[in-house]
């Protein structure tokens, strides 16, 4: 929401980290263009969350909508988002030996799978060397077939 010093983020979520590293925060306009010193940065330094976690780059967008800073138009133009994340009990830390298992075998499969990819491109690879070299027999045949029929039209004349 747009304040008068800034933006106010408001995060609704079920995950603890989340809710640890920032539920609600303001960030104001100056912070948005060096976020190093913010309250945005100050629950990136006090709460971690992993790489891969997209809230705080979604927060410093939507406070970037909400200040103008990009077309909210354009913003609405694209459709909505939805991100689902599923976590076991342990928090996604352990895998059952079922899991493994079944990890193990995908992996494996994708291995072979790999494999015989290889192998047919270095097929692909023989078969490409073939066909060039029979395009330049023929090419050269072609050649000698044309230079015959000079030296025949020749006779002829």
């Known amino acids: 929401m747009r304040i008068d010093n800034g933006v106010r983020i408001t995060i609704r979520s079920t995950c603890s980290k989340v809710v640890k590293w920032g539920s609600d925060f303001i960030i104001d306009e100056e912070d948005m263009m060096n976020i190093g010193d913010s309250a945005f940065a100050e629950n990136n330094k006090r709460d971690i969350l992993t790489p891969t976690c997209l809230v705080p780059v979604l927060a410093l967008n939507a406070a970037w909508i ?92």
């Open 66 to 157: 909400e200040s103008g800073m990009i077309s909210a138009r354009l913003a609405g133009k694209y459709s909505l988002a939805d991100i689902e994340y599923f976590s076991d009990e342990d928090d996604g830390t352990e895998k059952t030996e079922n899991e493994t298992v079944m990890m193990t075998e995908t992996s494996r499969e994708l291995k072979q799978e790999t494999r015989e990819l290889k192998q047919e491109t270095r097929e692909l690879k023989q078969e490409t060397r073939e066909l060039k070299q029979e395009t330049r027999e023929l090419k050269q045949e072609t050649r000698e077939l044309k230079q015959e029929t000079r030296r025949l039209r020749r006779y002829d004349d």
